[in-house]
């Protein structure tokens, strides 16, 4: 199956280009939402991307970055924000950033703080902690070095965090109590620039940007944008659920984001990875799922940041695993597109699942019952995708409210979704 760009290194791989000396070509852009937001955010401050219908971007950045005319409307997307602010109070350009209804529900403090503690100049323009937000312009030379401990473990916190600094020309270090995904680090690494990473004996994980150069040095590159591992975890869990095997070709194979299938096999599925290439520092390669009874599973709070978006599809696999299982220490869940930890339980028990709901978890039991009822995703794309596959599974009539939102991630998704169940 060919499987839509990984959203993740698509938004760092359009960021960076417009950092990069000369022309970069990027392959496979999905066509998401979110990536869009990205993609005309940075046009809107003055980097060329070509083809915006296209999955090839040849990305020149500008020579001079400018602000924006309108306010810079970041969609659904999370990381655009995040990533935005950062690179934005780094190049002190000047800008007001907001998104949609469910983007500024969604906490911004988390970047806001450190920035503003490394001397960035952001202001809440309505309610504190949310969006819209307004960065005032800079001089040049009023940063300082960031030495930062994160509460929770956010690859969107810090890879703001290291674009301000590398934009800026100053020193970051930043340590998370858990490893989230690497994908900047490993891009920057590999682009030449002066970046250290790693997990910590504690559990966490340390990054530090030592001394970068200003202004930003870093080469035009080309990328084929692996598969999205996490756009590949709906049609696995369809697979599974439906009995067939899964092969998947040219999917990144990131540890930081493939914790999943080390559940799938704790659940007594045969899944074999194999990496076949390297693509920018990204481990690229094939994913085969080999279908068997499901056994129920426990996830805890070290592992939530290598499988945080893939929550929603374990837990409707919970649903027809078999004994129950439980999942601790994903709070963070409650600050996504949707409250998710409520938006799952609140679905699975309309369907006829038992299912609790605890402060940072859930628990749920698993059945082979005949599922019903009308799900409400609340606009959010991974609740839709992993309801729209629990409801391919057989004894389950499921309807989804708003499949329309999936194009945040996964447009093509619910074709794939029929391919692969009919
Ligand atoms: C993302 C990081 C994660 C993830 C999100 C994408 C990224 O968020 O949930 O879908 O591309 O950096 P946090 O870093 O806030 O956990």
Same mark, same amino acid.
């Given at each position: 199956?060919?499987?839509?760009?990984?959203?993740?290194?698509?938004?760092?791989?359009?960021?960076?280009?417009?950092?990069?000396?000369?022309?970069?070509?990027?392959?496979?852009?999905?066509? %998401?939402?979110?990536?869009?937001?990205?993609?005309?955010?940075?046009?809107?401050?003055?980097?060329?991307?070509?083809?915006?219908?296209?999955?090839?971007?040849?990305?020149?950045?500008?020579?001079?970055?400018?602000?924006?005319?309108?306010?810079?409307?970041?969609?659904?997307?999370?990381?655009?924000?995040?990533?935005?602010?950062?690179?934005?109070?780094?190049?002190?350009?000047?800008?007001?950033?907001?998104?949609?209804?469910?983007?500024?529900?969604?906490?911004?403090?988390?970047?806001?703080?450190?920035?503003? %503690?490394?001397?960035?100049?952001?202001?809440?323009?309505?309610?504190?902690?949310?969006?819209?937000?307004?960065?005032?312009?800079?001089?040049?030379?009023?940063?300082?070095?960031?030495?930062?401990?994160?509460?929770?473990?956010?690859?969107?916190?810090?890879?703001?965090?290291?674009?301000?600094?590398?934009?800026?020309?100053?020193?970051?270090?930043?340590?998370?109590?858990?490893?989230?995904?690497?994908?900047?680090?490993?891009?920057?690494?590999?682009?030449?620039?002066?970046?250290?990473?790693?997990?910590?004996?504690?559990?966490?994980?340390?990054?530090?940007?030592?001394?970068?150069?200003?202004?930003?040095?870093?080469?035009?590159?080309?990328?084929?944008?692996?598969?999205?591992?996490?756009?590949?975890?709906?049609?696995?869990?369809?697979?599974?659920?439906?009995?067939?095997?899964?092969?998947?070709?040219?999917?990144?194979?990131?540890?930081?984001?493939?914790?999943?299938?080390?559940?799938?096999?704790?659940?007594?599925?045969?899944?074999?990875?194999?990496?076949?290439?390297?693509?920018?520092?990204?481990?690229?390669?094939?994913?085969?799922?080999?279908?068997?009874?499901?056994?129920?599973?426990?996830?805890?709070?070290?592992?939530?940041?290598?499988?945080?978006?893939?929550?929603?599809?374990?837990?409707?696999?919970?649903?027809?695993?078999?004994?129950?299982?439980?999942?601790?220490?994903?709070?963070?869940?409650?600050?996504?597109? %949707?409250?998710?930890?409520?938006?799952?339980?609140?679905?699975?028990?309309?369907?006829?699942?038992?299912?609790?709901?605890?402060?940072?978890?859930?628990?749920?039991?698993?059945?082979?019952?005949?599922?019903?009822?009308?799900?409400?995703?609340?606009?959010?794309?991974?609740?839709?995708?992993?309801?729209?596959?629990?409801?391919?599974?057989?004894?389950?009539?499921?309807?989804?409210?708003?499949?329309?939102?999936?194009?945040?991630?996964?447009?093509?998704?619910?074709?794939?979704?029929?391919?692969?169940?009919?």
């Amino acid at each position: 199956m060919q499987l839509p760009g990984d959203k993740s290194i698509a938004h760092r791989a359009l960021i960076l280009a417009s950092l990069a000396d000369g022309q970069s070509t990027i392959r496979n852009v999905p066509g %998401s939402a979110d990536v869009d937001s990205t993609r005309s955010a940075l046009v809107a401050l003055g980097a060329v991307i070509s083809n915006p219908e296209d999955d090839v971007a040849l990305v020149t950045g500008p020579s001079a970055w400018t602000p924006a005319l309108n306010p810079i409307d970041c969609g659904n997307s999370g990381t655009t924000v995040r990533l935005l602010t950062g690179l934005l109070v780094g190049l002190g350009t000047p800008a007001r950033l907001t998104g949609d209804r469910s983007l500024r529900n969604r906490p911004m403090d988390r970047v806001v703080y450190p920035l503003q %503690s490394m001397g960035g100049r952001i202001t809440y323009a309505e309610d504190r902690d949310r969006l819209p937000i307004e960065l005032e312009a800079r001089t040049t030379g009023s940063l300082r070095v960031l030495r930062y401990r994160g509460r929770v473990a956010s690859a969107q916190v810090k890879s703001a965090l290291l674009l301000a600094g590398l934009t800026a020309g100053i020193e970051v270090e930043v340590r998370e109590p858990g490893v989230s995904r690497d994908h900047t680090e490993r891009m920057l690494a590999n682009l030449g620039a002066p970046i250290e990473f790693g997990p910590l004996d504690d559990g966490g994980a340390r990054v530090l940007l030592v001394d970068p150069p200003t202004p930003v040095r870093l080469p035009g590159f080309e990328l084929t944008i692996p598969g999205d591992v996490s756009s590949a975890a709906f049609l696995i869990a369809a697979g599974l659920l439906a009995g067939k095997s899964v092969h998947l070709d040219g999917v990144g194979l990131n540890e930081t984001r493939t914790g999943f299938l080390k559940v799938l096999r704790r659940m007594g599925a045969n899944v074999r990875e194999q990496v076949l290439e390297t693509r920018l520092g990204e481990p690229v390669g094939t994913i085969d799922v080999v279908a068997g009874r499901l056994g129920s599973f426990e996830i805890e709070a070290e592992e939530v940041p290598r499988l945080v978006d893939e929550i929603p599809v374990l837990a409707v696999l919970a649903a027809r695993a078999h004994g129950r299982s439980r999942i601790w220490g994903a709070g963070e869940l409650r600050n996504k597109e %949707s409250d998710r930890l409520a938006a799952l339980a609140v679905n699975l028990g309309l369907l006829g699942v038992e299912c609790e709901e605890r402060r940072d978890g859930l628990i749920i039991e698993g059945s082979e019952r005949s599922l019903s009822g009308t799900v409400r995703t609340g606009g959010d794309h991974r609740i839709a995708m992993a309801f729209g596959v629990l409801g391919s599974a057989s004894g389950c009539e499921i309807e989804v409210d708003d499949k329309d939102c999936v194009k945040v991630s996964f447009p093509g998704f619910w074709t794939i979704l029929d391919e692969i169940t009919s």
